[in-house]
Nanobody
Framework: QVQLVESGGGLVQAGGSLRLSCTAS????????MGWFRQVPGKEREFVAA???????????TYADSVKGRFTISRDNGKNTMYLQMNSLKPEDTAVYYC???????????WGQGTQVTVSS
C-alpha cells in the first residue's frame, strides 16, 4: 500500500520561507513524476511544481508561473522523500499543500493528506 506523508507546513510571515517534505512508503520516488499541488477553500486544486525522474541522479522540473523563481522542488532517493522549498512567501500562497505521485502531472495515482501553509501579511 502506497502512503505519502507531508510535513513542514505552518504559519509564516510574508517574505519568509518554509520547506515541505513528502515521504513515501510502498513506492519508490526514484521513478515516475512527483508533484506538489495546493488548494484553498472554494477553489479547485492547482498545480504548483513537479519533478520527473529521468535517471537515478537526473530529474526534470516544472513550475506554475506563480511560484517560478521562489519555489524549488527536489527529491532525495535515499530517503524516498520529495521537498518543496518555498521562499519569498506571499499571502496568496496560503493553502493546503498536497504531494502526489504518478505517471504524469495529469495522472497522479497517490495523494498525501495535505499540510496547511498560512502566510500572514
Amino acid at each position: 500500500q502506497v502512503q505519502l506523508v507531508e510535513s513542514g507546513g505552518g504559519l509564516v510571515q510574508a517574505g519568509g520561507s518554509l520547506r515541505l517534505s513528502c515521504t513515501a512508503s510502498g513506492r519508490t520516488l526514484a521513478s515516475g513524476t512527483m508533484g506538489w499541488f495546493r488548494q484553498v477553500p472554494g477553489k479547485e486544486r492547482e498545480f504548483v511544481a513537479a519533478i520527473t525522474a529521468i535517471s537515478w541522479r537526473t530529474s526534470s522540473t516544472t513550475y506554475a508561473d506563480s511560484v517560478k523563481g521562489r519555489f524549488t522542488i527536489s527529491r532525495d532517493n535515499g530517503k524516498n522523500t520529495m521537498y518543496l522549498q518555498m521562499n519569498s512567501l506571499k499571502p496568496e500562497d496560503t493553502a493546503v499543500y498536497y504531494c502526489a505521485v504518478g505517471g504524469s502531472v495529469a495522472r497522479m495515482d497517490y495523494w498525501g493528506q495535505g499540510t496547511q501553509v498560512t502566510v500572514s501579511s
